[in-house]
């Protein structure tokens, strides 16, 4: 019991982090997606080459949630360690492109018919909510594995992942479903 007040603890040093950043990320995102740098003056290219790109590092965060929980699961928590770090900054890259792009473009309108633009829009929204939901999730189980805690941090883990892998996964459809519409 005792470690689990000491990391406990640990972890409450982080709280006010998670509770910042788990607002003003999504916060920042939304006023950022509605400012056009050519709205302040700003002649920049469109930067249209983005998408793919930050579509392809959706589904290399995918393939890396996966190989890490592989790697726990085999006793490798070093390189499980690893590639959680490196998965949390393929996200960070992702919202980066992700912003730049939709501060030098427009967005662009899914021109699908029928039953496919259900199922786009349910793909869309429900990846929305999940990468803001996700953040917190992501921050606890990450404070609660560099703080030792890792029964916690395994009981989160089985919470975070699937919504990680989620949001990852339909990152990328979004992008193939949507790319045949894109203005180049």
């Given at each position: 019991?005792?470690?689990?007040?000491?990391?406990?603890?640990?972890?409450?040093?982080?709280?006010?982090?998670?509770?910042?950043?788990?607002?003003?990320?999504?916060?920042?995102?939304?006023?950022?997606?509605?400012?056009?740098?050519?709205?302040?003056?700003?002649?920049?290219?469109?930067?249209?080459?983005?998408?793919?790109?930050?579509?392809?590092?959706?589904?290399?965060?995918?393939?890396?949630?996966?190989?890490?929980?592989?790697?726990?699961?085999?006793g490798k928590q070093k390189l499980h360690e690893n590639l959680m770090k490196f998965a949390i900054s393929l996200s960070v890259a992702f919202l980066a492109m992700y912003v730049a792009y939709h501060m030098t473009s427009d967005s662009t309108k899914f021109g699908g018919e029928g039953a496919v633009i259900y199922i786009y829009y349910f793909i869309l929204i429900t990846h929305i909510i999940l990468s803001v939901i996700i953040i917190p999730f992501v921050l606890i189980t990450y404070v609660r594995a560099i703080t030792s805690?890792?029964?916690?941090?395994?009981?989160?883990?089985?919470?975070?992942?699937?919504?990680?892998l989620y949001v990852a996964v339909t990152g990328v459809i979004v992008y193939l479903m949507i790319s045949p519409y894109y203005i180049h």
């Open positions: 019991m005792g470690d689990t007040i000491n990391s406990g603890n640990a972890e409450s040093k982080y709280n006010k982090w998670i509770v910042v950043l788990s607002i003003a990320i999504p916060l920042v995102v939304a006023l950022l997606f509605g400012f056009k740098l050519k709205d302040f003056g700003y002649n920049v290219e469109p930067l249209s080459f983005l998408p793919p790109i930050y579509a392809a590092v959706n589904g290399l965060t995918a393939i890396v949630l996966v190989t890490a929980v592989w790697a726990i699961k085999n805690s890792f029964e916690r941090h395994k009981k989160i883990a089985r919470i975070t992942y699937p919504m990680w």
